[in-house]
Nanobody, 117 residues
Framework: QVQLVESGGGLVQPGGSLRLSCAASGSISNFIVMRWYRQAPGKQRELVAH???????NYADSVKGRFTISRDNTKNTVYLQMNSLKPEDTAVYYCNVIAALTLNNYWGQGTQVTVSS
């Protein structure tokens, strides 16, 4: 069973930055995809960024140029660096992975990000 623990959320002013972390209980090299999703109140969960085992990355248009996904295999952690934050980035952010061997999907518990002055 894979466990994912997100951290790094909080309250930040517009234009500020936050870095989210998602620590996995096992080696992240076992995951073919690692993703960050977010869900704002009253809205559907949306994919924000993803990184594949080959190192490729992809972003939602709404965050391109502001957010960066990265991974540290030595720490079994994936990060989401969020810069130039806007009020519309306010949401609960979730880490999601797909295991290479089983193709099982795993989710973290989420971390709240609030962008407000």
């Amino acid at each position: 069973q894979v466990q994912l623990v997100e951290s790094g959320g909080g309250l930040v002013q517009p234009g500020g930055s936050l870095r989210l972390s998602c620590a996995a209980s096992g080696s992240i090299s076992n995951f073919i995809v690692m993703r960050w999703y977010r869900q704002a109140p009253g809205k559907q969960r949306e994919l924000v960024a993803h990184t594949s085992r080959d190192g490729s990355t992809n972003y939602a248009d709404s965050v391109k140029g502001r957010f960066t996904i990265s991974r540290d295999n030595t720490k079994n952690t994936v990060y989401l660096q969020m810069n130039s934050l806007k009020p519309e980035d306010t949401a609960v952010y979730y880490c999601n992975v797909i295991a290479a061997l089983t193709l099982n999907n795993y989710w973290g518990q989420g971390t709240q990000v609030t962008v407000s002055s």
